[in-house]
Nanobody, 120 residues
Framework: QVQLVESGGGLVQPGGSLSLSCTAS????????MGWYRQAPGKQRELVAS???????NDADSVKGRFTISRDSAKRTVYLQMNSLTPEETAVYYC??????????????WGQGTQVTVSS
């Protein structure tokens, strides 16, 4: 079993900052990548940013220059620092990880989601 546990969501004013973290635990042989997606009401889930074990980052154009993704491989944790948040970024933010277990092929795992609300 693998679990992803997220923390750090909440309410922030427009222009404010918030940081999220997500830690993977369980029967993990290796983690290929970790990242964050978000889903606003009535919209599809979209990639915010991801980072591979080698440090390659893939992030959405809309967050470039404002959001920073990083990871601590030893702690199996990924972080997302979000600055200059806008109300349109209100959404449930989900942690994602592509994990290789001790058997089988790598697969995607998801956290339970953490609410981020940007409002005055």
């Amino acid at each position: 079993q693998v679990q992803l546990v997220e923390s750090g969501g909440g309410l922030v004013q427009p222009g404010g900052s918030l940081s999220l973290s997500c830690t993977a635990s369980g029967l993990i042989f290796s983690i290929h990548s970790m990242g964050w997606y978000r889903q606003a009401p009535g919209k599809q889930r979209e990639l915010v940013a991801s980072i591979t074990s080698g440090g390659k980052i893939n992030d959405a154009d809309s967050v470039k220059g404002r959001f920073t993704i990083s990871r601590d491989s030893a702690k199996r944790t990924v972080y997302l620092q979000m600055n200059s948040l806008t109300p349109e970024e209100t959404a449930v933010y989900y942690c994602n990880a592509k994990i290789q277990g001790y058997t089988g092929i790598p697969r995607d795992y998801w956290g339970q989601g953490t609410q981020v609300t940007v409002s005055s």
